[in-house]
């Protein structure tokens, strides 16, 4: 029964935020309510599993989104976003931004968190947007979407990937070279299916985009600036704030898998620290070009529309909190346990079903992926296939639809100005997509592993 009303406590969310036009906060709550209370969590469970998940959401991402949010406010009123979109339009071209974009994205910056790298890629992907003319946002936002996940569940150091092999047994030397070509060949061909979508009328402007009103001033503010040579930042300056923060973020990450670890490492390599010293240059490059009263201005821009952020994604943590409380999991683990035993085909796709439905109902995809790989883990001695292809196949289902029971889902959806039918058109189904494009590669590699 679990499975049925954690379907449906999604089924209401999205039908009460899409058909009754209900704020996704409201709806979020009231979906919660109804999980928790019909799932056996009991009355004080369900508000304590609120409670706990928006305060363990906001614990771990609070500071990143405010941080992440003010800096982008800065350097759109600094005019250093049109800057670094100029540059990147210049090197690769409006065609095939996008795919650089992915292609970066699930390769080079998997050490980074998802929710570090939507903050910092979000302002940079609405600033180039119009440079691919009228569908340029919902491409650049569908090649962001699956690029951070490509790299989140398939590319070493991305946090699924360091679960689930963990939990399966696989070293990172074995898994490497099979997740980068997997998590890569992913991304670029993902993007290049949704594009094609682009093409017959799927996306409609009018439904689909709903920017927040201070999202709006901050970048009628970056188009007034004045764009003379010497007011505006050079290209190195206009980057640091985010270049920065990833370096100190993967100093961090590649310090620890190469077993050298100390507290001056973890404080230099901490997400909040990098952010907030990526704050600190934004805000001195500000006060140097654009004065004091502007520089507050903009700050108390990104202040208002982080609030909005900050309230939907600790809400959609609550409702992942709630679900987990409900014992999804358990159900999981005993439905298939007993079918895990048969030719190497029928275990890809069992650990590929096991992680997607996993993620659908528990709506974290690090969640769903140490979850499927703890319950498949016990199971390897019984499979005929190689422990790393079950990890890949776990990653690949882990992937599947991102969608409202996610705190990043609504991340995504706010810091690209998108509508909540809008981010169910891009980040749900290029994750779907993105999923459904990997298994066959799975499958492949199976051949050779």
């Given at each position: 029964m679990i499975v049925l009303h954690t379907a449906i406590a999604i089924v209401l969310v999205i039908g009460l935020i899409i058909r009754g036009k209900v704020d996704p906060v409201i709806s979020l709550i009231l979906g919660s309510l109804y999980l928790g209370l019909a799932g056996g969590v009991g009355f004080s469970g369900t508000l304590g599993a609120i409670t706990s998940g928006f305060g363990e959401i906001m614990a771990k991402v609070g500071l990143l989104i405010g941080f992440g949010v003010v800096i982008g406010s800065l350097l759109h009123a600094t005019g250093a976003f049109k800057r670094m979109v100029s540059a990147l339009v210049s090197a690769v071209g409006p065609r095939r931004l996008p795919?650089?974009?992915?292609?970066?994205?699930?390769?080079?910056?998997?050490?980074?968190?998802?929710?570090?790298?939507?903050?910092?890629?979000?302002?940079?992907?609405?600033?180039?947007?119009?440079?691919?003319?009228?569908?340029?946002?919902?491409?650049?936002?569908?090649?962001?979407?699956t690029g951070i996940f490509s790299g989140y569940v398939f590319v070493v150091p991305g946090l699924a990937v360091i679960l689930i092999t963990g939990q399966v047994g696989v070293s990172l030397g074995d898994w490497l070279l099979w997740g980068l070509l997997i998590g890569l060949a992913t991304a670029l061909i993902t993007t290049f299916l949704f594009q094609s979508l682009l093409r017959f009328g799927y996306w409609k402007r009018e439904s689909d985009e709903d920017p927040d009103e201070s999202m709006v001033e901050i970048e009628a503010h970056d188009a007034e600036i004045d764009t003379e040579r010497d007011r505006v930042p050079g290209l190195l300056v206009s980057v640091a704030p985010i270049l920065i923060p990833l370096l100190m973020i993967a100093f961090g990450a590649f310090a620890g898998l190469a077993g050298v670890s100390n507290d001056f490492i973890k404080f230099i390599g901490n997400a909040n620290l990098a952010l907030f010293v990526g704050l600190l240059w934004a805000y001195l490059l500000a006060r140097r070009l654009i004065g004091l009263e502007r520089t507050n201005t903009a700050l108390s821009e990104g202040f208002r529309t982080s609030g909005e952020i900050l309230l939907i994604t600790g809400v959609g943590g609550s409702l992942g909190e709630v679900i987990t409380a409900a014992g999804m999991g358990d159900a999981l683990g005993q439905l298939f346990s007993a079918d895990a035993a048969g030719p190497v085909l029928l275990s890809i796709l069992l650990a590929w079903f096991i992680a997607a439905v996993l993620h659908l109902a528990i709506g974290s995809v690090s969640v769903a992926a140490l979850t499927a790989s703890s319950i498949i883990g016990p199971l390897l001695p019984q499979l005929s296939v190689s422990p790393v292809v079950i990890g890949l196949a776990i990653a690949s289902g882990a992937l599947f639809a991102v969608q409202v029971n996610s705190?990043?889902?609504?991340?995504?959806?706010?810091?690209?100005?998108?509508?909540?039918?809008?981010?169910?058109?891009?980040?749900?189904?290029?994750t779907s997509v993105a999923s459904v494009v990997s298994l066959p590669l799975v499958i492949l590699a199976s051949v050779f592993l």
């Open positions: 795919f650089a974009m992915a292609g970066a994205m699930s390769t080079i910056f998997p050490s980074i968190y998802v929710d570090v790298q939507v903050v910092l890629a979000s302002p940079v992907a609405r600033s180039a947007a119009p440079h691919l003319g009228p569908m340029g946002l919902p491409l650049l936002a569908g090649a962001i979407g705190n990043f889902f609504w991340m995504f959806k706010a810091l690209l100005g998108l509508s909540t039918i809008g981010a169910l058109k891009t980040l749900t189904v290029v």
